[in-house]
């Protein structure tokens, strides 16, 4: 969608519930200056402005980025969710594209897990693949099984004023009543839906949002009839997601999933 569109209405996503939530971050040093990339085609202009760092602070994700090496943030968030009781669908919602064009990263993780279900990978939502992704799956949760969604952030691109990481987020969906109930979700602004809510998370990335989620939580600081707005923002667009915390404590959770030493 164009910047110069008018934005989509809000939408709802009837009858969905979260039932667990599990988080992976991997800090990711193997990023180089714009300057090691002489000869690479790189619009400057275009990066500055859909990334919002300046091009003195850009690092490029390096290409020997030992893929097949390093852990998978995806695969640790799913082993987080343990395995569904019956066979279920599972969403692989990428923010852009993969780091190795050589690597069918949702076939891989579907190998090596094991998934008995179908399989959807969704890819180049950027900074919106936590919220708007809840558009496709308003109709696509099948309604018996539920289904399993894997958030995936793995930015090409970096600030050298912070540190850079992966991140992911999973979750497990249903469709009926549930610990926290799916009210709606846009793109733009939240608007008067922000002052409905009892908390909002914020970030510029698909996973922050859910990240700061998570850890509010885990630490018991939603309570049981709170409204939460999880959001993102990034250079160019914005989205959210409104949640019921009908019962906080029963929502399933992981501890962040980063490998010791880390």
């Given at each position: 969608m164009s910047i110069d569109e008018p934005e989509p209405a809000a939408a709802e996503a009837p009858g969905l519930s979260v039932e667990a939530v599990s988080v992976a971050t991997l800090p990711f040093e193997n990023y180089l200056p714009l300057a090691s990339f002489?000869?690479?085609?790189?619009?400057?202009?275009?990066?500055?402005?859909?990334?919002?760092?300046?091009?003195?602070?850009?690092?490029?994700?390096?290409?020997?980025?030992?893929?097949?090496?390093?852990?998978?943030?995806?695969?640790?968030?799913?082993?987080?969710?343990?395995?569904?009781?019956?066979?279920?669908?599972?969403?692989?919602?990428?923010?852009?594209?993969?780091?190795?064009?050589?690597?069918?990263?949702?076939?891989?993780?579907?190998?090596?897990?094991?998934?008995?279900?179908?399989?959807?990978?969704?890819?180049?939502?950027?900074?919106?693949?936590?919220?708007?992704?809840?558009?496709?799956?308003?109709w696509a949760v099948p309604a018996q099984a539920g289904a399993t969604v894997l958030i995936c952030d793995e930015p090409l691109f970096g600030d050298a004023r912070g540190p850079c990481r992966f991140a992911a987020v999973g979750l497990r969906l249903r469709r009926g009543p549930g610990p926290l109930r799916v009210l709606g979700y846009g793109e733009g602004a939240p608007g008067e839906r922000a002052g409905g809510a009892a908390h909002r998370f914020s970030g510029r990335g698909p996973c922050d949002g859910w990240l700061a989620f998570h850890q509010a939580l885990?630490?018991?600081?939603?309570?049981?009839?709170?409204?939460?707005?999880?959001?993102?923002?990034?250079?160019?667009?914005?989205?959210?997601?409104?949640?019921?915390?009908?019962?906080?404590?029963?929502?399933?959770?992981?501890?962040?999933?980063?490998?010791?030493?880390?």
């Open positions: 002489p000869d690479a085609p790189i619009p400057l202009t275009r990066l500055e402005r859909e990334h919002g760092i300046a091009r003195e602070h850009l690092l490029v994700l390096s290409s020997a980025d030992c893929t097949g090496r390093e852990p998978d943030v995806s695969a640790l968030v799913l082993a987080g969710l343990g395995a569904p009781a019956a066979a279920q669908p599972l969403f692989l919602v990428r923010s852009g594209p993969l780091r190795d064009s050589m690597v069918a990263s949702l076939a891989q993780l579907v190998h090596e897990s094991g998934w008995a279900g179908e399989d959807i990978g969704i890819t180049h939502l950027e900074e919106l693949g936590g919220t708007v992704c809840f558009g496709l799956l308003g885990a630490a018991g600081v939603v309570r049981d009839g709170e409204r939460v707005l999880v959001h993102a923002r990034g250079p160019l667009r914005e989205g959210w997601l409104l949640l019921d915390a009908v019962d906080a404590a029963a929502v399933r959770l992981s501890d962040d999933l980063a490998p010791a030493g880390r």
